[in-house]
């Protein structure tokens, strides 16, 4: 089953900009989030996975804020992108090979994915880099 494709763009909406559903689902009134956090992965952490599957873990990483709202993300046509490139923490040491990326609700610990996706190309983290998503990165609501 499958939904309409205003209602796909609607879902995002509420999850990506804050922005009510009419007369289905309301942002939270009394604490809503209002940034997402998005994460490196070294391997896709899967359906069942959290923030913390396969994260990486190179000296200096750290998961970034991106605001729940137009100004932090796009939606158009059941896909949402950052509106600006998403820059993570300079490598201080370490390697790793960014594979997948997920966005989740908190900026630590073992969290819901809300979403996740592969990365192409997939980044390779050494000292000296700055891992990027660009505003090419792309979710779909299908």
């Given at each position: 089953m499958s939904k309409s494709n205003n209602?796909?763009?609607n879902v995002l909406k509420l999850i990506f900009q804050a922005a009510d559903i009419t007369n289905i689902a309301v942002n939270a009134t009394t604490a809503p989030n209002?940034?997402?956090f998005a994460s490196l992965h070294t391997a896709d952490p899967g359906e069942a996975g959290t923030q913390s599957t396969s994260e990486v873990a190179y000296s200096g990483y750290a998961r970034v804020s991106v605001a729940r709202s137009?100004?932090?993300?796009?939606?158009?046509?059941?896909v949402a992108s950052p509106m600006a490139n998403i820059s993570f923490p300079t490598c201080i040491a370490g390697t790793s090979t960014a594979t997948h990326f997920s966005i989740g609700m908190s900026s630590t610990g073992?969290?819901?994915?809300?979403y996740s996706g592969s990365i192409s190309p997939q980044v390779s983290i050494a000292a000296g880099v700055v891992p990027v998503l660009?505003?090419?990165?792309t979710i779909t609501e299908d």
């Open positions: 209602f796909e763009n209002t940034n997402l137009a100004a932090g993300f796009t939606v158009v046509n059941g073992a969290t819901d994915i809300l660009t505003t090419a990165t």
